[in-house]
């Protein structure tokens, strides 16, 4: 049966089947459909074999065509979703206003029919794939929706009709078994075979996948059909297993169920194990691996080993499992897995085969249906675990990443979804479990504290399960999850899990553990402290933000209730696991202490925005002792780290640190930290808290009054850094309030600051260094309201600059006058500053706005500013600033400082009255005893009476106890003064029992009784005091155990030289040291008179230096308190004699003249400056400077003074000054290169747009290139080859531009140049070999010399002077010199050095451009050929010297163009070389334009074809050919007779081109009034007679007015007498203009400016046209009346028209069209382009290649002629030469401008080499987006596009670019 129908035609028999099986009884159609099936889809035949499909595709259609069905599905479609799914690489669109989640994306279809103005959208790049969400109310607003999905469509949708899914129904479900069935046998395991294979497999399923995809496209109820087919467990029961007797089924599906084995986390045989040993110890934690997991489902003993695992391998030992088994409640998450549909069989065959992209795409393509959605994510959340394990053993983890991230955030952004997952699959429970056991794979033991006994394990960053970053995919599910409020509750709530979490923090708890390398350097740096910082960041980090945010109201207390005692509770296990008693290990740090911030941020939050009482989540002080160490371990090391001991460690160590500080860390690391310790110093003892931090930083040693110490544990150098980093640690610990009470506009007002004070900064790099919150759905968002009304409150915008040649400047915003006044914090600057130049860029622009605004001029120090009142739960972090320990340090630091001891700096001095300042603002209580003396109290220490440091300030001390070495300047001083006094001293107290606790003691003597003798001060002795009480206080029984390890580690006993212990006379306080301090700063004794108090006033002191910062405290002291105001002013009236401060140490003296010596190298260094400045200047002003084209400079090389002396150059390398001789010839530096930019111009004023629709084209015919081209090969079809190539001009396009800089070297000179270049081995911008070196003065790139002639300048003034022969005798004066040709050149300039050059340069300019520029003749390589091009050469740089002053010679001689002008050598080389040409004589045009010649019969010499017409003749060419044909110099009085001369030929070119113009009637009417006037006096200088003339004459050849009557019929204008003239005036200006500016270079005339409409009379009267005095009166002058007759003017017109008439009867009268020419071309432009930048990119970014018909990775547009070209595509490679290269020799004779669609930014190719121009595209930030990286709307720049296209012009872009690279053709 099946085999007949097999036969059968396949759409007969879907037709024959679909019929059968409709009827009621329909057994026998599924008895013969089942049949054929099986043997269609025999799952033995190769997969392969598309006959299977086909039958699929005819059955589905039930005897339709596949497509007719596809259609009528489609138009049952009731999907409300978009669901479009794209893979990486796709351009998407979020919108964040609309967005509810973050990960919210739209197609750009939808995106572009939604309305999104004035939205925060962008676009962007996807990484993984995704899908698009429009019509999803769950994940965006309703209101975002596009026009399609805002309609419900689903209502009014018809219902399907039964029969028509019928045969999908029952063809499917086999269709999909047999592609599970090859899965199957396909697989195999990674041991045994090569992944390659998989490969294979998926190829040769390919079309069946695609197919399946195909099907999800028909729309909503092709989908309903597969998900009933997928989700249905009955028909996966019947197909899964096969029929009994199916051999084949039966293995294939056994294969399945190995596969299945191991698709749990533990696989079978670690369960085998583990069981077994559960059984038996009975114990929780008896077994080692996941124990209690494994205990439930213990398998039988004999199926233990059957196979290794990839696990087993590596020992338990070594990986140290943790308990995880305890408390995960669920052991199912373990088990494997079964199976009972056939979408979850599907889904775990992409997950074996790491997901292939079409499996991918055909689920996610199904999701929009509902019910598919809810089964398939709960069948992902089932296969959650193996996907992970999957994902961890993969080769190509990366892809495979993205693809599992792609399918899960479609599923669990949604709430809905993820709530009901949590609650129905425990998906949380899964989650962190997952994330355990992926963590336990690369845990090792931790080396922290105490490295034998350490029980704590961590994970190591080396592996590539961190490095490669394998954890994210979970890590970005499991922050997506928790950004829902539901599941995040549930997590908070479940406190097991809480626990887990707490122990995969501690995981990262001191992982990278970093030990200083104290002999010699690391040999290997790691790099893996990247991977750390990453996964505390994600792993960490990231799901605590996302926590944070559930907990802001009140409600929700009790979570962080909770959250706060697991993290102690874990604290105080990792503490025991470290062995941790009180004191760090030296040198080693960490930077990873993820359980200290995740207790920082909530008791943050639970203070900040839950009113918890603060007390009540700390504990007891003895933990908050510990809990310190480590973060302040963290503060020391960073200064460790800056201050360069930890060198040895390498750069890596650097990198650290700075990461730790970086925008995107600071937030989650160091804010947390120095939080933490603001709580500890808030709450533990004051004096204990700083002695910890002194001997933290390891300076205590150098806070003695004495001025020598001995340091034992820093080496001399790094005591001052040390120290600066320890008293700036203090001031930003008690000034810093992030999380202190700043509310969060303060903060991001404070960050912004902070940001913009380092430098200005742009809008997106200011969006990336202000720390947001990293949760996504955290308050701050970048772009949001706050943000940018924030950026507007404290910064003012400024707009991009352009200088011409300057960087392209980009849109920044800068501070405020305001802010830098009373915003501007150091501190905060110093916290957030990465590198330290920053910290000192702030600086220098902060006084910069103080000299500016007058405020202040010399050196400031950093401001002080008020801080926010502090939240009153940290009020006790004020107790610092009033203990006695800093006093004694404040105290001691001012003593050393006034002192001059080592070691001090303005830093430490700085930061000290800081301290004192910050203590003054922040009084502990109001003072009362203040007005009386303090009575002396009994004080366990005798430097201070009380805490406060308001009467501390003004208390005196006398004596100080130092110890010193035996050495010191203070023992001579005591035992000098000991043989005067004999007294009993103290017994000297050793440093350990220091005698604090003892009242103070009295000296006895001839002392004044309450003279108080301050103590020997020992930091350590007092902080370990502390500590033991402390102790003691909280338990009795443990402070046996907890006694202080050694102290011998601080003080190495018996260490040379010995220490003794003296007594130094201070008697100071610490006011009288500040005014001693003042005096010292000011330098001048008494600087604070007596009653200086009276008028000071602390407001005026906010901005200065350190004497305003020392006046600023005490004007503070005496208005807080009056008895410091008294001792005040007693200390200034006490006016002291002028005792300078002792010098102790010899190094002070060195110090001085250091200083001395500073002094007099900066003074030698300001010389040398001037000089070179002053040197710059006149180089400035002899050389004219590219970038600037309008400003004065120079005068023009050469034309010097019109003397008679030769011209003198200056050689810019010997440097001698010398005029230019045959045998040392000098050159001009010039650059010549091809340019097609005249080729470019148009007729219309507006330039051509840039298409953005298929609809738009530009059509290039129109362009003055293209017209020459067709006028020159119109031409040589009709007439002599040889007189064609001289009635044109080429080099339109590809002719050769030569430039200058203006400065000239000897040729010789230039050689030895080149050769030294060559043998440079420094890699340069350009190519020595191709000739190609930059100017040695001013740098400019050249790439040949331009020899200068010898002798004198221009302005020789016998060739100047006008004589007066008559027009007749100049006639033939001319035509004589041209006879003399053939002789002149050769016998007079024999072979020298000059003509050599000379030579040599004609070569270099015709290896400027390319072959096919310069070959236009029948026969390349011709004379002829050579002497058009060569007249054209200078013809094309006369014409661009008119386009770059504006198309016009209006503006006069002052162009900069023609200062640095070189036409008058290239002239002169260029006459040398065609001289060596003669023309014959018989076709010399001059005599056919002056001498009337008896009717010579037209000669049909060669090929039977006439010469050129002289009417069809280019003006401007004949004039170049004569100029350069004659010999040099010329006669100014020779250049202007044949001006005139060719004028008349102009004119009657006019006239002709005019005449054709005209409809016949106006021809006759002008023709009849011309004739009546023929006989008038004159009438040869009236246009109207000769107009007449030339129309009646024509009239005779009958061709030329007939085939253009239908043109001149359209043209309705009516001609007046006015448009006449004009027309012949614009007709005529072009010859003109090129005339003048010729001459003015031949002969240095000037060129006086004047208004536009005068132009023409001007020309005429400097061309000495008119004769007698210009009638400059009419300003229309006549054009006519210049005309100068030689012979009878009508003859001659008859002459010339006659030339045509010839041609009438003859095949050349096609030619006549010649004699329509418009002479005029507008400026070149570049195309237009659209406003915004999303026009051109979605018409082209998708757009395919012309050539080769594929969407280019990388397309670009060329911005002259708008081709598209696929840029480094290799699929439009020619002769090994890429499109854009190849592109660019075609359109702009190596010179293309092209914009690369997909990164907006323009490159330009010049010849070999290439540079990023940058983007004329801006963002409403006015910056660029390079790559579209932050996709947000860009809008055009006309300024910049203006810069571009004046480069393209000016052919500067080799002078303005600076960076240029060879492309070697691959662009």
Known sequence: MAASLLRRDKKATAAHLKADLNRTDNSSGLRQLQELLDNVLNPEKPPSDTEALDWCKYLLAGGDGFEEFCKTVRSYDNATLCGLVWTANFVAYRCRTCGISPCMSLCAECFNNGDHTGHDFNMFRSQAGGACDCGDSNVMRESGFCRRHRLK????????????????????????????????????????????????????????????????????????????????????????????????????????????????????????????????????????????????????????????????????????????????????????????????????????????????????????????????????????????????????????????????????????????????????????????????????????????????????????????????????????ILSHQSVAKRFLE??????????????????????????????????????????????????????????????????????????????????????????????????????????????????????????????????????????????????????????????????????????????????????????????????????????????????????????????????????????????????????????????????????????????????????????????????????????????????????????????????????????????????????????????????????????????????????????????????????????????????????????????????????????????????????????????????????????????????????????????????????????????????????????????????????????????VAERRRKFQEIINRSNHEASQSVRPKSSSRWHPPGSPPQMVTEILEIRESMLSLLVKLHQKLSAKQNSLSAGWLEEADPARHSHGDGITAIERILAKAASRSRHSKRCLQEICGRVCPPVPPKKNSPGDKKSMDKEERRQRARERQQKLLAEFASRQKSFMETAMDVESPEAEAAMDVGSAEPLESEVLYDCVICGQSGPSTEDRPTGLVVLLQASSVLGHRCRSDEAKRLPTSDEERIFPEDTCGATNDVRLALMQRYFIDSSCLQAVSIGWDGGVYVQTCGHTLHIDCHKSYMESLRN?????????????????????????????????????????????????????????????????????YTESNLTKEMESVIKDIKNATQKKYMDYGKNPGSPDNDFLFMYSVARTNLELELVHRGGNLCSGGASAAAKRSCLNQLFHVLAMHMRLYSIDSAYNPWTRLTQITQNREPEYGDEDRPEVPMLFRDVPSLLIIFVLTMPQPLRKEHFTCIVKVLYTLQYTQALAALSVKFSPEERLAWSNTGAAKKNMPNSEKSWETLLSHVISELTKAKCTYESRSEESMLSSSVWSPQSIEFTLQQFCLPFLRLSCLLQHHLYGDNLPGCPLEEEFSLLISCLGLLPGPTQSSSSMSSSAACLEWNVGAFELLSQWCSELISLAGTPSQQAMTLLVQDPQWTAPHLLQLPDNYNTIFQYYHRKSCSVCNKTPKDPALCLVCGAFVCLKGLCCKQQGICECVLHSQHCGAATGIFLLINASVIIIIRGHRFCLWGSVYLDAHGEEDRDLRRGKPLFLCEERYRVLEQQWVSHTFDHINKRWGPHYNGL
């Open 153 to 480: 469509t689903g209502e009014n949708v018809p219902s399907v009709p039964n029969d028509l899914l019928l045969m999908s129904e029952m063809v499917l479900p086999r269709f999909i078994i047999s592609i599970i069935q090859y899965l199957r046998d396909g697989y195999t395991e990674p041991e045994s075979a090569t992944d390659r294979d998989l490969q294979k497999v998926l190829q040769q399923l390919e079309p069946q996948i695609s197919f399946l995809e195909d099907l999800t496209k028909m729309g909503g109820a092709m989908r309903t059909v597969l998900t009933k087919i997928l989700t249905n467990q009955q028909i996966f029961k019947e197909l899964s297993m096969g029929q009994e007797e199916n051999l084949y089924a039966k293995r294939n599906y056994e294969k399945y169920l190995s596969a299945l084995k191991n698709s749990g986390l533990v696989s079978v045989e670690e369960k085998g194990s583990a069981g077994a040993g559960a059984g038996a110890a009975d114990s929780p934690a008896g077994a080692g691996a996941l124990s209690l997991l494994g205990a439930t489902a213990a398998a039988s003993p004999d199926e233990e080993n059957k196979e290794e695992d990839q696990d087993g391998g590596q020992c338990v030992g070594q990986r140290k499992r943790v308990k995880l088994s305890s408390s995960t409640k669920d052991p199912s998450i373990m088990d494997s897995l079964k199976h009972k549909c056939f979408l979850e069989e599907l889904l775990f065959w992409t997950i074996k085969y790491e997901f292939p992209q079409k499996m991918v795409t055909f689920l996610l393509n199904m999701l929009p249906d509902q019910d598919y959605k809810i089964t398939f994510t709960k069948t992902f959340v089932q296969h959650y675990a193996f996907i992970m394990k999957t994902l961890m053993k993969s080769h190509e983890s990366d892809t495979m990443s993205n693809r599992i991230v792609h399918i899960s955030v479609q599923l669990f952004s949604n709430e809905e979804l993820a709530r009901h997952v949590t609650e129905e699959c425990q998906l949380l429970d899964i989650m962190v479990t997952v994330l355990l056991y992926m963590m336990e794979s690369c845990l090792i033991k931790s080396e922290l504290q105490d490295e034998e006994n350490n029980r704590h394990v961590v994970v190591n960053c080396g592996e590539a399960l961190l490095k490669n970053n394998t954890y994210w995919p979970l890590v970005s599910d499991f922050i997506n």
């Open 494 to 1019: 479940d406190h097991s899990l809480l626990m887990l979490w707490m122990s995969f923090v501690s995981f990262f708890q001191g992982m990278n553990l970093n030990k200083r390398e104290l002999n010699e350097h690391v040999e290997f740096e790691s790099q893996t402290y990247y991977a750390a910082f990453a996964a505390e960041l994600e792993a960490c980090a990231q799901p605590m933000w996302g926590l944070l945010t559930h907990c802001k109201v009140k409600e929700t207390q009790e979570y962080t209730k909770t959250v706060v005692r697991y993290c102690l509770e874990t604290l105080q296990i990792w503490f025991d696991a470290i062995s941790f008693v009180d004191e760090p290990a030296p040198n080693q740090v960490t930077f990873h202490l993820p359980l200290h911030r995740y207790y920082a941020m909530f008791l943050s939050k639970a203070v900040k925005c839950q009113g918890l009482d603060l007390d009540s989540l700390l504990p007891d002080q003895e933990m908050l002792m510990k809990i310190m160490v480590h973060p302040l371990q963290i503060q020391a090391s960073l200064s460790e780290i800056h201050s360069n001991m930890w060198v040895r460690n390498g750069l890596q160590i650097k990198g650290q640190a700075m990461t730790y500080v970086q925008s995107h860390f600071c937030n989650s690391m160091i804010d947390p930290d120095i939080f933490l310790l603001q709580v500890c110093a808030s709450r533990l003892d004051p004096d204990y808290f700083i002695s910890s931090v002194f001997e933290r930083f390891k300076v205590v040693d150098l806070l003695t009054m004495a001025s020598q110490h001995q340091n034992t544990v820093l080496d001399a150098e790094q005591e001052r850094p040390m120290l600066e980093g320890a008293l700036t640690f203090l001031v930003i610990l008690c000034s810093l309030r992030i999380h202190m009470g700043m509310t969060d506009d303060e903060i991001l007002r404070a960050e912004m600051v902070s940001q913009l004070c380092m430098n200005d900064r742009t809008h997106s790099s200011l969006l990336d260094l202000i720390p947001e919150n990293p949760n996504p759905k955290s308050g701050i968002v970048p772009g949001s309201c706050s943000f940018e009304e924030m950026l507007s409150a404290v910064a003012d915008f400024k707009a991009p600059v352009f200088e011409p040649g300057g960087s392209m400047q980009q849109g920044m915003y800068t501070p405020k006058a305001e802010v830098w006044e009373k915003e501007f914090d150091p501190i905060m600057v110093i916290l957030r500053t990465v590198y330290r130049r920053d910290v000192q860029s702030a600086m220098d622009r902060y006084s910069a706005f103080l000299k500016q605004s007058g405020i202040h001029t010399g050196n400031p120090w950093p401001p002080y500013k008020e801080r926010t009142p502090l939240h009153p739960c940290y009020r006790g972090l004020v107790r610092l600033l009033h203990c006695k320990t800093l006093h004694i340090v404040i105290f001691t630091l001012l003593y050393k400082i006034w002192m001059d001891h080592q070691n001090m700096s303005e830093h430490v001095l700085c930061m000290v009255l800081y301290l004192v300042e910050l203590g003054l603002d922040n009084n502990m209580q109001e003072d009362k005893e203040d007005e009386e003396p303090c009575i002396e109290e009994h004080c366990h220490d005798s430097w201070f009476p009380g805490t406060s440091l308001l009467s501390n300030l003004h208390h005196v001390i006398n004596f100080v106890r130092v110890r010193v070495p035996e050495t010191a300047p203070e023992v001579e001083r005591k035992r000098e003064r000991e043989r005067e006094r004999e007294r009993e001293t103290p017994p000297s107290t050793s440093a350990e029992t220091s005698s604090f606790g003892q009242s103070s003691r009295r000296l006895t003597g001839n002392w004044r009784e309450n003279l108080r003798e301050a103590q020997l001060f020992s930091l």
């Open 1320 to 1388: 440079d081995q420094v890699l340069q911008g350009f190519s020595v070999d191709k000739g190609e070196f930059t100017c040695p003065l001013c740098r400019q790139f050249a790439n040949s010399v331009l020899p200068c002639k010898p002798g004198r300048g221009t302005e020789a003034g016998a060739w100047h002077t006008l004589s007066n022969k008559s027009p007749a005798t100049l006639v033939k004066e001319v035509e004589n010199l041209q006879d003399e040709l053939g002789i002149f050149p050769v016998s007079t």
